[in-house]
């Protein structure tokens, strides 16, 4: 069941290797399980394709509130993603990590900057992801 608000899920098994000498997923390991819900996301959305384009975005923040750890045990962990912000050259991504007993082992907020590469300079989000975003946050 998606909590209140998310619509977007992702499923991650976690590996051995993602573990820490004490048996938890290590911290940075939940950067890499947000990246990898928020570029299906966006790849669902068509705002990336999976190579390189003259717009795309780029992570300007990431805040990350860890509440419980995840271990080997857990197998997996469900991630739910959301856009809880549309600006004009930006958007933020909301992302809540939860155990397989459905607690919640951390959340975060991403601010998401569209760039373009050929300008080496921001640029407003297109009209098509605002869309495209913005049907998502309903």
């Not at 890499?32 to 819900?37: M, R």
């Not at 509130?65 to 004009?88: F, H, M, N, Q």
């Not at 951390?106 to 760039?115: C, D, E, F, I, L």
């Amino acid at each position: 069941m998606p909590p209140d608000g998310f619509s977007y899920h992702t499923l991650i098994h976690i590996r051995y290797g993602d573990m820490d000498t004490l048996g938890h997923v290590n911290n940075a390991k939940y950067l890499t399980y947000i990246e990898q819900a928020r570029l299906g996301l966006f790849r669902d959305l068509g705002l990336w394709t999976g190579g390189p384009t003259p717009v795309g975005v780029i992570v300007a923040k990431i805040t990350m509130e860890y509440k419980l750890p995840l271990t080997l045990d857990d197998a997996t962990v469900d991630i739910w993603t959301r856009c809880s912000r549309l600006g004009g050259k930006s958007f933020d991504i909301e992302q809540l990590l939860l155990r397989r007993d459905g607690a919640i082992a951390a959340n975060s907020q991403s601010v998401m900057v569209v760039y373009d590469y050929e300008a080496n300079a921001t640029t407003p989000l297109p009209a098509e992801w605002r869309a495209r975003l913005t049907e998502r946050m309903k």
